[in-house]
């Protein structure tokens, strides 16, 4: 009896001993026993859970980073397709139209040889040059058709402003009116695009007098 009096005194006597019994950091931990920080002045249980929170925000940003340089790597994608693209269709453009200044420049001897024999059909004594005058126009011709060159000729058909120039109009019995009734100068196209309209005569109608 007289020893558990005496440590229940002592126990009194000595406030140290109780507070080791519960902790007074910020931490959270009821007893000292369960934070490791009370032997030391500053409390490690909040100092790592103030790292967490830094851990977590460097995370989130981390993640926003990612998430941005994703985006700029599909932008980046996207921009270098589109320019493939338009490196592809600009090569296929100059493959297309390489030749359109040489075949400028020969429209016209294509176009005096045409003169040539409507002039000698005229004479039946130059029959055998006519021939050969024919013979190597169909040639520069059959040429013309294998790099995409084509004729336009659009005796008959409606006039179109994009692909006829109309020199002159004329009343015509044949025709009626605003069709092209005479082609004075043929026109060319190289793969679709328009190289020189064709001259033509535009038909005003029917003959009134």
């Known amino acids: 009896m007289a020893n558990h009096t005496e440590n229940m005194e002592n126990n009194q006597n000595n406030p140290a001993e109780q507070e080791a019994e519960q902790c007074g950091c910020a931490c959270g931990h009821s007893e000292k026993s369960e934070c490791k920080c009370h032997s030391e002045e500053e409390c490690k249980c909040n100092k790592n859970i103030s790292e967490i929170d830094e851990l977590k925000a460097e995370l989130e940003k981390a993640k926003e980073e990612s998430a941005k340089n994703y985006d700029n790597y599909l932008r980046a994608v996207a921009n270098l397709d589109t320019y493939r693209r338009r490196v592809l269709r600009d090569m296929e453009e100059i ?76 009343p015509s019995d044949e025709y009626p009116e605003n069709k092209v009734s005479s082609i004075m100068r043929t026109g060319y196209k190289l793969n679709g695009r328009l190289i020189r309209p064709a001259s033509v005569v535009v038909s005003s109608g029917a003959n009134k007098e």
Do not use: W, Y
């Not at 429209?107 to 013979?135: C, P, Q, W, Y």
């Not at 190597?136 to 005796?155: S, T």
């Open 95 to 170: 493959r297309k139209f390489a030749i359109q200044p040489f075949v400028e420049e020969l429209l016209s001897s294509v176009d005096n040889l045409e003169l040539a024999i409507e002039h000698a059909r005229k004479n039946k004594d130059f029959k055998d040059m006519i021939t050969g005058i024919e013979m190597v126009l169909g040639q520069i011709k059959k040429v013309f058709g294998n790099f995409g060159v084509e004729e336009i000729r659009p005796l008959g058909e409606e006039f179109d402003p994009n692909f006829h120039e109309c020199v002159a109009h004329s």
